[in-house]
């Protein structure tokens, strides 16, 4: 199984990295420099048509988006453990918190990320960053909600749905968007606990912790 990936923490290949990580599977990870142009190659082109990362390959399969890369693996590997069976009462509130993730939190998340983390000094950027942050505080509202009294989003168990849903948080924070949010800043501390979580995000480690005797990433 491969993964093609980019070179930063805040990118999507994050997520299906998490999940294998998550399951104990192993992968090989093919770096992309999409910021160089490496996605722009015809070689690439060919597997991922977008140019985008990630791409999984998987014996004869070849997904691109994040998404779908999860729902797939967490599909074929996962069931029980990190993705509802089919028939369980439980499949329908996870499969909500799966889509919920890329429809409605991605846009205003990675307009947080990338207007006071990755270019702070643009023309315009905290203005961006604002509108950004009023437009995420409605879905923040709606999670708060949903994980009050909740350790993750599916009741008790850990799904593949926090793995959607806590990727965007981490882009939140990166961009000051939890700061109003202390339901939401606990639930990405609990995630970040997490081991797998570690291995993934370690580049920025402490940012989740609060203080420095607490291994976490960011």
């Known amino acids: 199984m491969k993964i093609y990936c980019g070179y930063k923490s805040f990118t999507r290949d ?12 192993a992968y090989e990870m093919v770096q992309v420099d999409i910021f160089a142009g490496e996605g722009d190659k015809p070689a690439y082109l060919a597997k991922n048509p977008l140019g985008k990362v990630p791409f999984l390959e998987d014996d004869d399969a070849g997904i691109f988006e994040s998404g779908a890369i999860v729902a797939y693996l967490a599909d074929k590997y996962g069931i029980p453990r ?19 993730a890329p429809a409605t939190l991605d846009s205003p998340a990675t307009r947080l990320v990338a207007n006071r983390y990755l270019f702070p000094s643009k023309e315009g950027a905290e203005e961006q960053a604002q509108k950004a942050q009023k437009e ?55 995630l970040a606990a997490r081991p797998a979580f570690q291995k993934v995000y370690a580049p920025t480690e402490r940012e989740y912790t609060g203080h420095e005797g607490r291994a976490a990433a960011g």
């Open 14 to 25: 994050c997520r299906p990295r998490w999940l294998l990580e998550e399951l104990g599977m």
């Open 82 to 100: 990190i993705a509802p069976e089919l028939t369980s009462s439980r499949r329908a509130e996870y499969l909500q918190w799966m889509f919920f």
């Open 136 to 190: 995420f505080a409605g879905p923040a509202k709606v999670l708060e909600r949903a994980l009050a009294g909740r350790t993750f989003l599916v009741g008790e168990e850990f799904s593949a749905a926090d793995i959607m849903v806590g990727s965007a948080l981490v882009w939140a924070d990166k961009g000051q968007g939890l700061k109003d949010y202390p339901a939401l800043k606990a639930y990405l501390e609990r």
